[in-house]
C-alpha cells in the first residue's frame, strides 16, 4: 500500500471486530421463576376440639363472587345464628355430633355439619363426611381469629350454597 494513512483507515474496523469476537461464549441468563403462590393456612380439627378450642364468636365464609355467608356459635347455650348469602337468617340449637364435630337444625332448610377448629369451622357436605375431608373452599374463618398452620385439601367439594 502506498498510503499507510489509508491502509490504517481501512484496516481499523476489522481490528475492531476482531477485539468484540471473543470467543468465550457469554453466561447464560438467570431465569427466575416465580413460585406459585402458598395456599392459605387452615387450622388443623383438634379431635377434641368442642371441648379443648374457644370456638364461640362469628364465622365468615367468603365466596369468589363476593357473597358472603355467617354463623354465630354460642357454646354457653348451644344457640347458633346463621346468615345466608341472600340474607335470610335462620336461628336454633346446635348439638355434637362427637368431639369435634356440631350440627346446626338449620342451614338452608337441612342440618348443617361443621367441624370445629381454632379460629375456624368447616361445612361438611353430610353427617357422614370426617374431619380429614375439610375443604379450604369450605372454611368459615371468625371474625377476629388470625387462621393458622396445618394442612388440608383445597380440591372443590360438593359446596353448599352458602
Known amino acids: ?3 499507510p494513512l489509508a491502509a490504517a ?3 481499523a474496523p476489522l481490528a475492531l471486530l476482531a477485539a468484540c469476537g471473543d470467543s468465550k461464549p457469554a453466561e447464560e441468563a438467570q431465569t427466575e421463576v416465580a413460585a406459585a403462590p402458598a395456599a392459605p393456612a387452615m387450622p388443623e380439627v383438634p379431635a377434641d376440639a368442642l371441648d379443648s378450642v374457644n370456638y364461640a364468636g362469628t364465622y365468615a365464609l367468603t ?3 363476593g357473597s ?3 354463623v354465630t356459635l354460642n357454646p354457653e347455650d348451644t344457640s347458633y345464628k346463621y346468615v345466608a348469602a341472600n340474607g335470610k337468617e335462620s336461628e336454633g340449637k346446635f348439638s355434637r355430633v362427637d368431639g369435634n364435630r356440631i350440627m346446626i337444625d338449620d342451614l338452608d332448610g337441612k342440618p348443617g ?4 377448629a ?3 369451622i368447616y361445612y361438611l357436605p353430610d353427617a357422614d363426611t370426617g374431619v380429614d375431608k ?3 373452599s369450605n372454611m ?3 371474625d377476629d381469629a388470625p387462621v393458622e398452620a396445618a394442612s388440608a385439601s383445597t380440591a372443590p367439594a360438593t359446596e353448599k350454597s352458602a
Open 118 to 120: 381454632d379460629g375456624a
Open 134 to 136: 375439610v375443604l379450604i
Open 140 to 142: 368459615y374463618r371468625r
Open 68 to 70: 358472603q355467608a355467617k
Open 1 to 3: 500500500m502506498r498510503n
Open 113 to 116: 355439619y361443621f367441624a370445629i
Open 63 to 65: 365466596r369468589i363472587n
Open 9 to 11: 483507515i481501512l484496516l
